[in-house]
């Protein structure tokens, strides 16, 4: 947890998953921290891990067939 200051309202937000300001609801210019990069790598890993596993599937249904 960290605050934050909205650049419009001057008011601290300390929710780091907060991408809009809760007072004026301003977009926040999200700092890039490490939380942040992990944060938006993760969807990422998901749909790797995903087709990691759906062509492992093809791969051993295709092994059984033949
Ligand atoms: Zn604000």
Redesign the pocket.
């Known amino acids: 947890m960290s605050e934050y200051i909205?650049?419009?309202?001057?008011?601290p937000?300390y929710d780091d998953e907060n991408t809009l300001?809760?007072?004026?609801?301003?977009a926040?210019p999200r700092r890039i921290g490490a939380m942040g990069r992990i944060k938006n790598l993760r969807p990422s890993i998901i749909i790797a891990i995903i087709v990691t596993l759906v062509l492992l599937c093809f791969i051993v249904a295709a092994l059984k067939i033949q």
Do not use: I, R, V
């Open positions: 909205c650049p419009h309202c001057k008011k937000t300001c809760l007072y004026c609801g301003e926040l």
